[in-house]
């Protein structure tokens, strides 16, 4: 019971930080708060900035890199990932790195059951019924 409750434990906790992390916005803060001050009328002070980006025509945080799948720069960018569709950058790389983490874990988990029943079916059956067992379902 303990067993089956933890595995579907690390089963939503993967599945939640794989959506969290497909999700989550990458985009440079810089061009969003851009975005904000144009869509309200502000004004937004571009000299306060010293990295520009031709592609996107605007101002962008050092270490922020275009995104050639994604159309957008990444502030951190690390790469473009077509697993989460989305790019992984400063702003959602602890939640790639988390979703890894659980994954493995749950890799983990379905050796260690997968290698339990099979222990388990070969002290409970003699092999002869272990082969017929298998031909049932298998064919």
């Known amino acids: 019971m303990i067993i089956g ?4 434990v690390l089963t939503f906790t993967t599945i939640g930080y794989y959506l969290v992390t497909s999700c ?3 985009t440079d803060p810089t061009i ?4 904000v001050c144009n869509y ?4 937004f002070h571009s000299s306060n900035y010293e ?8 101002c962008v945080l050092q270490g922020s890199k275009h995104c050639a799948y994604c159309n957008r720069c990444v502030s951190g960018f690390d790469h473009h990932s ?6 992984i950058g400063d702003i959602n790389y602890h939640l790639f790195y988390k979703t890894l983490h659980f994954a493995m874990w749950f890799t983990v988990a379905n050796m260690c059951i997968s290698g339990y029943t099979i222990v388990d079916l070969q002290s ?3 092999q002869k019924e272990v082969k017929i067992m298998a031909s049932k379902y298998f064919g």
């Open 82 to 87: 077509h697993t989460f569709n989305n790019c």
């Open 32 to 35: 969003l708060l851009e975005r």
């Open 5 to 8: 409750i933890a595995y579907a």
């Open 40 to 43: 309200n009328e502000l004004s």
């Open 124 to 126: 409970e059956y003699t």
């Open 24 to 26: 989550t916005n990458p």
């Open 51 to 58: 990295y520009y980006c031709n592609v996107c025509s605007s």
